[in-house]
């Protein structure tokens, strides 16, 4: 119980100093878990950032879950995920209590009209980021395309685009050759790793 | 029943947001027009302050949009429903399998999904800025185009983008000094 309560005010100190996405916490989870307390070693946190990536989710919330969870199994997830949303909700929920109210100033109408621009801006990047980590290969430009003006002109549901790709990722590695022998090396390397 | 709407929209959320770096927002984007909860410059005011407070910022968002729908209850509702696929399908996955992410399925997958997402954030983008700063959804083309397209915030918009690409700052410094120039211009 008082682990759980550790674990517990641990991630809500790392909620409440995370700006931003997930890899933000990061360098907070080691000095915590790491330096601090010696609970995980520093690559496990890398490996717990690096499936929260690729699991369902906010990564934030699935690397606070996967640590947790490593810890003290579901109870420590759930004692991480928790105390790791907490800022969020009291913050956003005192900033939401009182913005309404603020959004009838003349001032915060011409500032939070810029601000619109910006994050427009701000998301653009992102997006230019996002393509420059992938492989840049025809097939991935034209998933990227189709993706983009499926939502834009035919209003699909992102769920069936996720979905779709997910599948056309698959079909695709598979057509390559880059499926199979990978499979079995995968398997090789599991059976070897366990003698 | 509006709480178990916010829980399950949120829930669906969760479980489809893949490949990060904002790949909640198509879902939210979707959401808003879908029930109407807010506008378009709604949401991004939300993104701004979300960017700008503690905390993962699709988790802020869902705070604010479950606040801003059903109140404080609302708010913890759709924060939750968002956490819940992460915490279920973590739980089985550490179970499992310790090498998830290193399975070739789950690379080759992933091989079609970050462009996708990436994709489906141009999208959101999109939409968002025609509805949000340009208004654009209610255009006519017999009217005088020049009356509708909001020039100011096309020229800020190429400003700050280079700015972003040049300097490299935090989200927040492009979001305050955005306040400022809105400020300053009268936006």
Redesign the interface.
């Known amino acids: 119980m008082k682990k759980l309560l550790k674990i517990f005010l641990i991630f809500f100190k790392i909620g409440s100093f995370t700006f931003g996405g997930g890899y933000a916490m990061l360098p907070i989870i080691k000095r915590e878990l790491v330096d601090n307390l010696g609970w995980i070693k520093e690559n496990d946190i890398y490996n717990y950032y690096a499936i929260g990536q690729s699991t369902p989710g906010i990564i934030a919330v699935n690397t606070a879950t996967m640590t947790g969870y490593s810890l003290c199994g579901i109870k420590g997830a759930l004692a991480a995920t928790s105390g790791f949303i907490m800022p969020s909700l009291i913050i956003i929920t005192l900033i939401a209590s009182f913005f309404k109210r603020f959004q009838q100033i003349n001032l915060f109408q011409h500032a939070f009209a810029a601000i619109q621009v910006a994050v427009v801006a701000l998301i653009i990047d992102i997006v230019i980021k996002m393509w420059q980590k992938s492989d840049k290969s025809k097939i991935s430009l034209l998933i990227f395309l189709l993706a983009f003006l499926l939502l834009v002109i035919f209003d699909l549901s992102p769920v069936f685009v996720i979905l779709g790709s997910a599948a056309a990722g698959i079909l695709i590695q598979y057509y390559r050759g880059n499926l199979q022998p990978a499979y079995h090396n995968y398997h090789n390397q599991n059976q070897e790793s366990d003698k | 029943m509006i709480y178990l709407i916010l829980f399950l929209e949120f829930f ?1 959320v ?9 790949a ?4 939210l984007q ?1 959401l808003i027009v879908k029930y109407g909860w807010m506008t378009s ?1 709604e949401l ?2 939300m ?14 968002t869902a ?2 949009i479950g ?2 729908t059903a109140g ?1 209850p609302g ?2 509702i759709a ?1 939750a429903g ?2 819940a ?3 279920i ?3 089985i ?2 179970h499992y399998f310790e ?31 025609r509805g ?2 340009f208004n654009l959804n209610n255009l006519q083309f017999n009217n005088n185009l020049l009356q509708f397209f909001d020039y100011k ?1 096309l020229f ?2 190429v400003i ?2 280079a700015a ?2 040049k300097f490299k700052k ?3 410094f ?2 305050m ?7 300053i ?3």
């Open positions: 669906k969760g479980l489809f947001a893949l490949g990060g770096g904002l909640a927002l198509p879902f979707d410059a991004l005011n993104i701004a302050i979300s960017e700008s407070t503690p905390g993962a910022i699709g988790i802020n705070t604010f606040n801003n404080i708010g913890i924060t968002l956490a696929p992460s915490i399908i973590i739980t996955i550490a090498s998830f992410n290193q399975h070739p399925l789950v690379k080759s997958a992933f091989s079609g999904i970050r462009p996708a997402v990436a994709g489906l954030i141009a999208s959101a983008a999109f939409e968002l800025a949000g700063i915030s800020l918009l700050i983008f972003i690409c935090h989200p927040i492009y979001i000094a955005a306040a400022l120039i809105g400020i211009f009268k936006f």
